[in-house]
């Protein structure tokens, strides 16, 4: 879940804020600027995340036939495609537990990822964001929005941003760039937000109970959390799709899956326009589930036509406002036997904290 409430009263107060955000930069501090591919520290975070027979043991490359990802809490995933080393969403979960996630930011820089793609500018999205691309020069990507709220989030930032239209945008545009060697499609799409049940496509409420073990197991540090707070601050600034294709494979990842059959239904055409999709990354988790359930997550993979879907945005990283990955596959599941036969994707679930860091769940050869 996002857009938690504590965020709009630190927003009202800009003392409190400023004194929030000196306590981050001391609690936290300037991550160590990442290496260079064939240093040993580069090679052991990417054999780590992309598996062994991904990445060169010499040089760090990442091989340009194969595919992988690992995710890393949240909707946050490290990619690998193309050659090149990316970054979708960039935070590591560690506001009310600590180590839930067995990775850290400093780990997401000694990637030295190219490029990083923010789906929205929520903190447990783009929380990181700064200071990771501070350390390796990664281009963000994302709104006019998310790359300045993403600038201040480290003193004088030096990294690069590719803007990709601003709060005037219209709700489906498109933007179409190359990274690398792989082609990039953002397309501008909606936040999960509550809406009255949808008669004409009646879903399930769903609501589960949370688990509040995870504290008790992995109990949050005072960095952790004089990290975090500056970042409830920090505004949606849009929401984007990302599509990313390589010859043979294409993936398309979002963080978000908004009520697009109330406020902006002709955005499923735009997806459905989309090329064909291969893997989708979809957000599962969200506001509407309460009223509707599983059923915005439903039509966005109704619109792409994936032949496989994985869940994301779905773990126990907040627990008492969220809840483990298992409690979505039986709704999940329902959900996509609503599909006509022959249009139901296959189903990899990732379950946390089991999946985290685990390459092999998600490695395609093309």
Request: aromatic share 8%; hydrophobic share 40%; net charge negative.
């Amino acid at each position: 879940m996002c857009n938690i409430h504590p965020r709009a009263l630190i927003g009202r107060h800009t003392a409190l804020g400023g004194a929030l955000d000196a306590l981050a930069q001391i609690a936290e501090g300037r991550l160590e600027a990442s290496a260079e591919p064939d240093a040993e520290r580069t090679v052991v975070a990417r054999r780590r995340f992309f598996g062994t027979d991904t990445v060169d043991a010499r040089t760090g490359a990442v091989r340009a036939d194969r595919v992988a990802l690992s995710w890393v809490g949240c909707t946050t995933f490290a990619l690998a495609i193309g050659g090149s080393v990316l970054l979708l969403d960039a935070w590591v979960p560690r506001f009310t537990s600590s180590g839930y996630v067995p990775a850290t930011a400093q780990d997401l820089a000694d990637l030295r990822p190219e490029a990083i793609f923010i789906g929205h500018g929520h903190f447990d999205h783009a929380g990181d964001a700064g200071r990771i691309a501070q350390a390796c020069g990664a281009v963000v990507h994302g709104t006019t929005e998310h790359c300045v709220a993403i600038r201040a989030q480290v003193p004088d930032p030096s990294f690069p941003t590719s803007e990709l239209g601003d709060a005037e945008t219209l709700i489906g545009a498109r933007h179409e760039f190359t990274v690398g060697n792989v082609a990039v499609t953002a397309v501008r799409h909606l936040h999960s937000a509550p809406t009255a049940p949808d008669r004409s496509d009646p879903a399930s409420p769903f609501f589960p109970a949370p688990d509040v073990r995870a504290i008790v197991r992995h109990p949050p540090t005072l960095a952790g959390v004089l990290q975090s707070l500056p970042r409830l601050r920090d505004p949606e600034g849009g929401v984007l799709l990302y599509q990313f294709r390589v010859p043979g494979f294409t993936l398309t990842w979002h963080d978000s899956a908004g009520p697009l059959t109330e406020k902006a239904p002709h955005v499923f055409d735009v997806l459905a326009g989309l090329a064909p999709t291969d893997v989708q990354i979809g957000a599962v988790q969200g506001f509407n589930q309460i009223t509707n359930g599983l059923r915005d997550p439903r039509r966005y993979i109704e619109s792409l036509g994936p032949k496989l879907f994985v869940p994301s945005h779905h773990d126990n990283w907040l627990p008492g406002f969220t809840s483990h990955a298992d409690r979505y596959d039986t709704p999940l599941r329902t959900e996509l036997a609503r599909l006509a036969p022959g249009h139901r994707p296959e189903l990899r679930t990732m379950h946390d904290p089991a999946d985290y860091l685990s390459p092999q769940r998600l490695t395609f050869s093309l």
